[in-house]
């Protein structure tokens, strides 16, 4: 009996999960996005197609990013719509970042459907090598 429970279950999230995309409802499943972590910087790339550049807004709040669009179409009065499969309205994807982040620099570019935003890394959390004292050296104790 819990098989099956689990299975009805799952079937009901995967069907709740593309409604959410579809409607745009997704907090996140509607601006699919992918994160690197360079040795300067953070790059987060976000993919709208088909949706105007000027509709999108990149936005930082209290260490929140949130990348923004919308698409919105309007027919005319002889055109009348019997499928939409493409979603409309607005989308919302928010990122919560690090401390090590330089919020403060952050760039953002758009290029053929796909919003790239650029995070520096502040000095202190970069990447560094560590000196090894050799010889005579004072052993490090506490």
Do not use: C
């Given at each position: 009996?819990?098989?099956?429970?689990?299975?009805?279950?799952?079937?009901?999230?995967?069907?709740?999960?593309?409604?959410?995309?579809?409607?745009?409802?997704?907090?996140?499943?509607?601006?699919?996005?992918?994160?690197?972590?360079?040795?300067?910087?953070?790059?987060?790339r976000?993919?709208?197609?088909?949706?105007?550049?000027?509709?999108?807004?990149?936005?930082?709040?209290?260490?929140?990013?949130?990348?923004?669009a919308?698409?919105?179409?309007?027919?005319?009065?002889?055109?009348?719509?019997?499928?939409?499969?493409?979603?409309?309205?607005?989308?919302?994807?928010?990122?919560?970042?690090?401390?090590?982040?330089?919020?403060?620099?952050?760039?953002?570019?758009?290029?053929?459907?796909?919003?790239?935003?650029?995070?520096?890394?502040?000095?202190?959390?970069?990447?560094?090598?560590?000196?090894?004292?050799?010889?005579?050296a004072?052993?490090?104790?506490?």
């Amino acid at each position: 009996m819990l098989t099956s429970l689990d299975t009805l279950f799952d079937e009901f999230e995967r069907q709740f999960d593309r409604l959410r995309t579809a409607t745009g409802l997704a907090g996140g499943a509607a601006v699919p996005m992918d994160g690197v972590r360079r040795a300067e910087d953070v790059l987060l790339r976000f993919d709208v197609p088909g949706i105007d550049p000027d509709s999108i807004e990149v936005t930082i709040d209290r260490g929140v990013l949130t990348v923004s669009a919308s698409r919105q179409e309007a027919y005319g009065e002889n055109e009348r719509l019997f499928v939409r499969e493409r979603p409309m309205g607005t989308f919302t994807r928010q990122v919560y970042l690090s401390e090590h982040l330089d919020a403060e620099h952050i760039e953002a570019a758009y290029d053929n459907g796909v919003v790239a935003v650029r995070i520096p890394v502040l000095e202190p959390a970069k990447p560094r090598k560590i000196e090894i004292v050799k010889g005579k050296a004072k052993a490090i104790t506490r």
